[in-house]
């Protein structure tokens, strides 16, 4: 199914995307590195405001896991933030709040309060390959399980992109 924004996108008004995960070391910051890639090398990086964050506070101010960064710079994307921990402002904030896995997403709902406009949706929703809902912690699983997300994420992200650009009004 095609997501649909809820507003047009431009330079003076950039599309706002926060990615959520647990502690923010791992999973959300490489969508958040990778994403902001892509938008860079399609020339789109007035379009958007991209950022990251956990849902718990385990790692706030670190830089991304070493691995994280490790396989993301392998593909030449870097990973620049410093984890931060998701709070109710964000609804306020993003137009689009993308959780990792379920508990993330509920986690993200508990905290949602009053009117909002900003869109909660899985990550996995926009791979094109996905036969899960969640996008697995790799934090436990070796280098391979953090390969194995910078492939599901950077699937992902290309599909966000795609799925959003038609919204973007160039002058």
């Known amino acids: ?8 996108i431009t330079k003076e008004n950039p599309y706002r995307i926060c990615f959520v995960c647990l502690g923010n070391i791992c999973r959300s910051p490489t969508a958040e590195g990778i994403f902001q890639h892509k938008v860079k090398e399609r020339g789109l990086g007035s379009y958007f405001y991209v950022d990251s964050a956990g849902t718990g506070a385990y790692h706030v101010g670190e830089k991304a896991n070493a691995t994280s960064r490790s396989v993301a710079e392998s593909h030449g994307v870097p990973l620049l933030s410093r984890a931060r921990q998701f709070d109710s402002d964000d609804f306020n904030e993003f137009d689009l709040i993308l959780a990792m896995d379920a ?4 986690n993200i ?3 949602k309060s009053g009117t909002t406009t900003a869109q909660v949706e899985m990550m996995r929703r926009f791979d094109p390959q996905g036969t899960s809902e969640d996008v697995p912690d790799p934090y ?3 280098l391979n399980g953090f390969e194995d997300v910078f ?5 992902s992200s290309e599909e966000l992109l795609n799925q959003l650009t038609p919204h973007i009004l160039t002058e």
């Open 1 to 8: 199914m095609e997501f649909q924004t809820n507003r047009s």
């Open 103 to 106: 508990s993330n997403y509920s």
């Open 109 to 111: 709902l508990t905290q």
């Open 140 to 142: 436990y699983g070796g």
């Open 151 to 155: 492939s599901i994420l950077e699937r």
